[in-house]
């Protein structure tokens, strides 16, 4: 009777000490889980910091420059701009949103605007080889998603069931969501159109690509029309890359929109 007691007892303690090893390894997991949230909380919020630095300093180099042709570079995009922010290693790169055509542009927009977007996506589609909606199809379905009074019941039978954005672009990438857009064509239509305040579209006809001088040969940048200049922001540190895509509106030093991810192609 002894010997069993002893098992017994013997029993329970190993079940005690199994038990307590359990629940320490636990705690010791949920503390690791614990610091490794906090640690990439701090990263986030730092990352977001050091790039907000980076911006006030491209725009302390966009406000030195009198305009676009001022610029130290010739082409649509600058190359990678390095930057040191608190010892943080930082690549900047600002894309002019003169070579791509303005979406807004069709808000409201007569049949020559409609015309000029129609061969713009006709273009693409043949350079490309990806199969696009109808370009004059396009540039109507586009019109009518940014009118306040159009209510197309097309977007009410989708799956899930929307509605139109009775409202202007705010993302190019909004352009998904029209009727007769899918993936492929937004992603080989995207390098070649921006979204932003407003509804004129100038066009650089000196540093654009090849397809959107021959598209716009009619269209110039104009006396004082706007320039917009989208900025994007990559942070690498903690072996983590973060990404910043803020728009600027350039001449008059204004963060016109600003997101914590990378920017559209």
């Given at each position: 009777?002894?010997?069993?007691?002893?098992?017994?007892?013997?029993?329970?303690a190993?079940?005690?000490?199994?038990?307590?090893?359990?629940?320490a390894?636990?705690?010791?997991?949920?503390?690791?889980?614990?610091?490794?949230?906090?640690s990439?909380?701090?990263?986030?919020?730092?990352?977001?910091?050091?790039?907000?630095g980076?911006?006030?300093?491209v725009?302390?180099?966009?406000?030195?420059?009198?305009g676009?042709?001022d610029l130290?570079w010739?082409?649509c995009?600058?190359?990678?701009?390095?930057f040191?922010v608190?010892?943080?290693?930082l690549?900047a790169t600002?894309d002019?949103?003169?070579?791509?055509?303005n979406?807004?542009?069709l808000a409201g927009?007569d049949?020559?605007?409609?015309?000029?977007?129609?061969?713009?996506?006709?273009?693409?589609?043949?350079?490309s080889?990806?199969?696009?909606?109808?370009?004059?199809?396009?540039?109507?379905a586009?019109?009518d998603?940014?009118?306040?009074?159009?209510?197309d019941?097309r977007?009410?039978?989708q799956?899930?069931?929307?509605v139109s954005g009775n409202?202007?672009?705010?993302?190019?990438?909004?352009?998904?969501?029209?009727?007769?857009?899918?993936?492929?064509?937004w992603?080989?239509?995207?390098?070649y159109?921006?979204?932003?305040p407003?509804r004129?579209?100038?066009?650089?006809?000196?540093?654009?690509s090849?397809?959107?001088q021959?598209v716009?040969?009619?269209?110039?940048?104009?006396?004082?029309g706007p320039?917009?200049?989208?900025?994007?922001?990559?942070?690498?540190f903690?072996?983590?890359?973060?990404?910043?895509?803020?728009?600027l509106?350039a001449p008059?030093?204004?963060?016109v929109?600003?997101?914590?991810?990378a920017?559209e192609?």
């Amino acid at each position: 009777m002894r010997r069993r007691q002893g098992g017994v007892a013997l029993v329970t303690a190993l079940l005690v000490v199994a038990l307590a090893a359990s629940a320490a390894a636990a705690m010791a997991l949920r503390g690791q889980a614990d610091i490794r949230r906090t640690s990439a909380v701090f990263e986030r919020d730092m990352s977001r910091h050091i790039a907000l630095g980076a911006e006030k300093m491209v725009l302390q180099l966009l406000e030195q420059v009198e305009g676009p042709d001022d610029l130290p570079w010739d082409t649509c995009r600058s190359p990678s701009l390095p930057f040191d922010v608190d010892s943080v290693r930082l690549q900047a790169t600002l894309d002019d949103m003169r070579c791509r055509y303005n979406l807004n542009a069709l808000a409201g927009a007569d049949e020559a605007e409609q015309g000029d977007f129609a061969r713009l996506v006709d273009r693409v589609g043949q350079e490309s080889g990806v199969d696009m909606p109808s370009g004059a199809l396009l540039a109507v379905a586009v019109s009518d998603w940014m009118d306040a009074e159009s209510d197309d019941p097309r977007y009410r039978l989708q799956e899930p069931a929307r509605v139109s954005g009775n409202r202007n672009f705010i993302l190019a990438a909004e352009l998904a969501n029209v009727p007769g857009m899918n993936e492929e064509a937004w992603l080989a239509l995207a390098p070649y159109v921006t979204a932003y305040p407003g509804r004129s579209s100038p066009i650089d006809l000196e540093r654009s690509s090849e397809l959107m001088q021959e598209v716009f040969s009619g269209r110039g940048v104009g006396g004082e029309g706007p320039w917009f200049m989208r900025l994007q922001i990559v942070a690498e540190f903690a072996d983590r890359r973060f990404y910043q895509c803020t728009l600027l509106d350039a001449p008059n030093g204004i963060v016109v929109l600003r997101e914590q991810t990378a920017c559209e192609p």
